[in-house]
């Protein structure tokens, strides 16, 4: 499916339910500094710019992407957090040893397909 097509789809998706839906069809990349958020099995998150984020939360908040982290790449989803923003979820087998503190590379694509 094309970009146009996409976008057509996204504009008919949020017409029908009336809510806005992520638009963005190109891969956004930035650096961030990984978080591990407080917590005996605390999760390890990749803080998403606000200048990067989608431009709307899909169901429960959150979009579908297909992530990039230090070239491994994986489907998952970015979300908003109320307090931290938007945020990517980054599984230790992705982050190969980093933590918190480290900067990772990371691109993130809205995944029009999972929407």
Do not use: C, N
């Amino acid at each position: 499916m094309g970009t146009t097509a996409r976008s057509r789809r996204a504009a008919a998706d949020a017409r029908d339910d009336g809510r806005q839906q992520p638009t963005s069809s190109s891969p956004t990349v930035f650096e961030a500094v990984l978080v591990r958020w407080s917590g005996a099995s605390g999760w390890v998150f990749a803080p998403v710019p606000d200048e990067h984020a989608p431009s709307a939360a899909g169901p429960f908040g959150r979009v579908p992407v297909v992530a990039t982290v230090d070239s491994r790449t994986w489907r998952t989803s970015v979300w908003r957090d109320r307090k931290a923003g938007w945020l990517l979820a980054v599984p230790a087998g992705i982050r190969a040893g980093k933590d918190h503190g480290d900067v990772v590379g990371v691109a993130i694509e809205i995944d029009h397909a999972r929407l």
